[in-house]
Each structure stands twice: as C-alpha cells, then as structure tokens.
C-alpha cells in the first residue's frame, strides 16, 4: 500500500509539472510590488484594471528577464526524487491579449472573481534527475498554448488560485528551424525511469 501511495505521489507531481510547467521556482517569478494601489471606492471596472495591471507587470518582467532564466535551472519535487530542468516564456501578443472576465459575487470575501486567457510560448528541457546535466542541457523543446488562470479579489488584491497551461503545438528545434513534432515526445532525459514514466505513460499518454 505504501508503495502504491509513493508512485501516485510521484506521477502526479511530474504531471503537473508537465501540464502547467509549475515548480517552486516559478512561484518566485514575479517582479516586486506586483499589485497596485486601489484608491477610493472599489467597483468592478477598478477591480478589472488593477488586474490587468497586474498581469501586465508580470508578463512584462518574464519578458524582460528571459535571457536569465533561460540558464537557470530550476527543480520539481516527485516525492523523495527531485527533476531537474530549464525554462523559459514569452507571449507573443503581450499584454494586449489578455483576455480577462471579471465576475462581481455577493459576498465580502471574495468580492471577484476572474478568468484570464493568454497565449504563450514556453521553452523547456527535458527533465533529468542531474542538476548538473540540466545545466548543460541547451536543447529546448517549445510548446505553443493557451495559459488559463483563475484570481480571486480578496478586498485588497487579487490572488492566483490556479493557473493551467494548454499546450497546443510542441516543436524541437532542427536544421536550423523549429519543427512540430508529430505524435508523443519524451520528456524525461534518462532513458528510463521504469514503472515511474511507465505509469505516467499509460494512464496520460505523455510520454514515450
């Protein structure tokens, strides 16, 4: 029973690393001071803007700082292993296609709620058990999507509840041009992590 519990632990961590492109480390990309100052009465079109103010900084500072990230390697925990990767994003439309739906709800707390649409570009290596092999690793995978999140405004700001990332075209880089792959791509640099990638494989179709 324990060992069952380790492997669910386990898949469903690199899963959502692999749907949302999550890690601890994503939790730290954000500029400082991300949330405006709401002067005066709250109404919904402020609530609106101070979201989208948000969001704008926020992009724009991925932007800005993506030749950084892109040699930084960052780590995502699947129960006693720890994956190893880079990555980095831009958004081809930028903040003018943020796509937000603002909902007024009839409570104190909280006041609104939203739902944002973008799209991004997300470029990534493959995830490896070695940090130092992810160091190295300079072969980067893109994938093309449509990023869904979901804020709540707690009176003062708004807060990420959750945030799903929808890929919609993988490509890999080849003669000198970036090529959509056809079918399912690996994702795991070792060549075989056994009953782990098997699992994640059958039950998803992730992974070769």
């Not at 692999?18 to 005066?40: Q, T, Y």
């Not at 030749?67 to 960052?74: D, L």
């Not at 990767?85 to 739906?101: A, H, M, Q, S, V």
Request: glycine content about 6%; charged content about 35%; overall charge positive.
């Amino acid at each position: 029973m324990a060992g069952k519990t380790m492997l669910r632990r386990l898949w469903i961590a690199l899963v959502v690393g692999l749907l949302a492109g999550c890690s601890s480390a994503e939790v730290r990309r954000i500029p400082g001071n991300p949330d405006p100052i709401i002067k005066g009465e709250m109404t919904e079109e402020k609530a609106r803007r101070a979201l989208e103010m948000k969001l704008t900084k926020h992009l724009d500072f991925l932007e800005q700082n993506s030749e950084r990230y892109k040699k930084k390697v960052v780590s995502l925990p699947a129960g006693e292993t720890r994956y190893h990767y880079k990555y980095y994003e831009r958004f081809p439309e930028g903040p003018e296609g943020l796509d937000i739906e603002v909902t007024h709800l009839e409570t104190f707390a909280p006041s609104y709620k939203a739902m944002v649409k973008y799209r991004k570009i997300r470029y990534q290596t493959r995830y490896t058990k070695s940090k130092n092999r992810a160091s190295k690793d300079n072969d980067f995978m893109r994938d093309e999507g449509i990023q869904n999140e979901k804020y709540e405004f707690d009176g003062a700001k708004w807060d990420l509840k959750s945030s799903i990332f929808e890929v919609r075209k993988t490509s890999v880089y080849s003669e000198d041009r970036w090529l959509a792959t056809r079918g399912r791509i690996r994702r795991v640099e070792e060549e075989k992590p056994e009953l782990f990638v098997d699992k994640v494989r059958n039950l998803f179709g992730l992974l070769d």
